[in-house]
């Protein structure tokens, strides 16, 4: 087993949540766990020293399903070539992703270079709604100590300390930021603009998003 599938296999969050606040974990379903086996297998099995890309929580409709960071059952399928029983649905976030991946070199190129994960590995919902740890104070301020573990359990498998890179110029890099100041994960993280943003607000825009991201992991 890929130190990956086991940590994820054994995440668990011991601390209360705030009312009415639920945890997405789809690692207990076989269909998830099959797909992250095959995924890791594929990309990771090298155990080569990556640099880190790290989102906010994984979404109902993506991570929150397949397991794996902003990766929707169609982009698993169509683009990573395994084949999954889950309902064709996009996760616009994943949609970005992969175009990005594709005009980067494709899959093979970038996975063997980056690795994806969140400050919480774990996604969030209330309301049957996605949740963003960073908007619930008292939810941000229970996973603290969550992931922080996950972040030094994920750089013990040999991940690159120098540069990391973050989804979202704003409170998810602001987060990342003072936790890095105590705890010095990285020498530094780069913010870049986060996928949703982008499909939702900046749309006619793409192609612009995806040279930034190239440019901004050519200059590392």
């Known amino acids: 087993m890929q130190p990956v599938t086991k940590f994820l296999f054994n995440l668990s969050i011991n601390v209360p949540l705030p009312e009415g606040v639920g945890v997405l974990f789809p690692f207990t379903e076989a ?24 989102g906010i929580n994984p979404g109902r409709f993506g991570g929150g399903i397949t397991g794996i960071p ?28 992969y175009d990005m991946i594709a005009a980067f070199g494709g899959p093979e190129k970038f996975y063997s270079r980056f690795y994806i994960t969140s400050v919480s590995p774990l996604g969030f919902v209330k309301n049957d709604k996605n949740l963003n740890y960073y908007d619930d104070k008292n939810l941000e301020q229970a996973i603290t100590p969550f992931a922080i573990s996950c972040l030094n359990e994920q750089l ?23 936790l890095n100041g105590k705890h010095h994960f990285f020498k530094q993280i780069i913010p ?13 825009q793409k192609q612009d998003y995806i040279n930034q991201y190239l440019q901004k992991f050519g200059n590392v």
């Not at 395994?82 to 309902?87: G, L, M, Q």
């Not at 991940?159 to 003072?178: P, S, V």
């Not at 603009?193 to 749309?203: D, G, S, V, W």
Request: some cysteine; charged content about 20%; hydrophobic content about 35%.
């Open 31 to 54: 269909a998830t766990q099959q797909a992250c086996t095959a995924f890791y297998e594929k990309y990771y099995g090298d155990g080569g020293k990556r640099q880190c890309i790290i």
């Open 156 to 178: 013990s498998w040999g991940y690159d300390r120098d540069t990391a890179f973050c989804f979202g110029e704003g409170k998810n890099f602001a987060f990342l930021q003072k």
């Open 192 to 204: 870049l603009p986060h996928p949703r943003f982008i499909m939702q607000y900046k749309l006619k």
């Open 70 to 97: 902003f990766t929707d059952p169609i982009r698993l399928q169509n683009v990573c070539g395994i084949p999954n029983s889950w309902a064709m649905k996009q996760e616009l976030s994943s949609v970005f992703i």
